[in-house]
């Protein structure tokens, strides 16, 4: 039974498509988190909920929206794609209280053509 | 803000050897310290983590680390590594007491040869 799911774990589209990458936790956690990592590995975080309010929002283009419709679920819509926007997207999540570190999806890799 | 450096992007070594992977951490308040393994095309494992209490922490896999606080260090080491620890291992920090902001290293890939 997968912790934290995401869907799908490839997507190949087109540049100028609009697609979404969904997220979903069953651990009972109630902050959730997309991180994006690049070709060289390195991982940055694009967004955190808490309790679908949105408490991080790192420097990143308004084409990519998050919602999240429950504490269980974080997904990631993004307009417009780019070249650059070519990445592994990982969702995570964490409980806010007696933190621990993260549990993360397994990744969707994303490549735009 | 929080940072972290992993100096060595690549660390090769021969099977039954021993390794340590480097990792500094930048804060000017306190931190919890994680370390991350992945495997080729998966996701992020946690393989260890510093919250509190004894500065050196282990692994169910052999891997341990010690917190030194003078040093703001978190390096890991294994006495004796196998071919399937093959993977990258990423270095990461939080401050303490809200927020649960992971910042991570730049990684450092773990090659372990025959």
């Known amino acids: 039974d997968t912790a934290v799911s995401q869907t799908p774990k490839y997507l190949v589209t087109q540049m100028g498509n609009d697609k979404s990458i969904k997220c979903e936790q069953n651990l009972g956690h109630d902050t959730m988190y997309w991180y994006k990592q690049d070709s060289k590995k390195f991982l940055k975080i694009m967004f955190s909920?808490?309790?679908?309010?949105?408490?991080i929002n790192e420097t990143v283009p308004n084409r990519f929206s998050p919602k999240s419709p429950d504490k269980a679920h974080l997904n990631l819509h993004i307009n417009s794609l780019e070249l650059g926007d070519s990445a592994v997207y990982f969702c995570a999540s964490s409980p806010s209280d007696r933190f621990n570190g993260y549990t993360f999806g397994s990744g969707t890799r994303l490549t735009v053509v | 803000a929080q940072s972290v450096t992993q100096l060595d992007s690549q660390v090769p070594v021969f099977e039954e050897a021993p390794v340590e992977l480097r990792c500094n951490y930048s804060s000017s308040v306190s931190v919890y310290l994680f370390w991350y393994v992945q495997y080729p095309n998966q996701g992020l494992q946690l393989l260890l983590k510093?919250?509190?209490?004894?500065?050196l922490v282990e692994s169910i896999n052999g891997f341990e680390a010690e917190f030194n606080k003078s040093q703001t260090s978190f390096h890991l080491r294994k006495p004796s590594v196998h071919i399937s620890d093959t993977a990258e291992y990423f270095c990461a920090v939080s401050r303490t007491g809200g927020g649960n902001k992971l910042t991570f290293g730049t990684g450092t890939q773990l090659k372990v040869e025959l």
């Open positions: 510093y919250l509190s209490g004894s500065t």
């Open positions: 909920y808490n309790n679908k309010e949105l408490i």
